[in-house]
């Protein structure tokens, strides 16, 4: 079984600001892991995955993140937010190898608020 | 690029009725779709895996009749909410499932639709 957890329900920022939001996650095989961005009354957009290689990932729209298999962990940074930036962001899962049936289980989500 | 359409994007139905909707991958072919609802302020609940030409796999708790699943060609699948009734009302999202040359299973990227507003009154 799997599961992923986000420790901030909201994230409150202002402008210009660096943020952090985080996610770990629980699992008995390995995973691939993924950010997703939702803006209000949208679907999802991918922010980046973490398949292989490098522990630290860069995204689309100045993201970033990095996997850490001792701590579980796939916290999402970015330097400096905007207020276009302002949205609900999930962190997922998917199993590694042979369990894969590309089943994406999902985090609770973090708000961010941009604020000016 | 990888775009997932749905159709339609609001839909208000009265209950007891069944509403249908579609989900596109416009640019890519598809044998996996996944259909999703969200409530308000929450994450997404992964409500069944649509194959091509195969039966739907539900997760525990869907009730299969209720929520009907199609998936006729590589680039549709519908969702068909039969008797809808106002605890139906949700957001829907689906996605579609692209597979990445050369990454193997894993590396492929689910790519989500703009989701669709149910409301049953």
């Known amino acids: ?116 | 690029g990888a775009v997932v359409s749905q159709h339609p994007s609001r839909v208000i139905c009265k209950s007891g009725t069944s509403v249908k909707i579609e989900c596109r991958s416009l640019d890519f072919q598809a044998t996996t779709m996944f259909w999703y609802r969200q409530f308000p302020k929450q994450s997404l609940m992964l409500m069944a895996t649509s194959n091509e030409g195969s039966k739907a796999t539900y997760e525990q708790g869907v009730e299969k009749d209720k929520f009907l699943i199609n998936h006729a060609s590589l680039t549709l699948s519908t969702l068909t909410v039969t008797s809808a009734h106002p605890e139906d009302s949700s957001f829907y999202i689906c996605s579609a499932y692209k597979q990445i040359p050369g990454t193997g299973a894993g590396g492929d990227t689910q790519y989500f639709g703009p989701g669709t507003r149910l409301t049953v009154l």
């Open chain 1, 1 to 116: 079984a799997q599961s992923v957890t986000q420790l901030d329900s909201q994230v409150p920022v202002f402008e210009e600001a660096p943020v952090e939001l985080r996610c770990n996650y629980s699992s008995s095989v390995s995973v691939y892991l993924f950010w997703y961005v939702q803006y209000p009354n949208q679907g999802l957009q991918l922010l980046l995955k973490y398949l292989s290689g490098s522990t630290l990932v860069k995204g689309i729209n100045g993201f970033e993140a990095e996997f850490n298999k001792s701590q579980t962990s796939f916290h999402l940074r970015k330097p400096s937010v905007h207020i276009s930036d302002t949205a609900e962001y999930f962190c997922a899962v998917s199993s590694r190898g042979s369990s894969n049936t590309g089943k994406l289980i999902f985090g609770q989500g973090t708000t961010l608020q941009v604020k000016p």
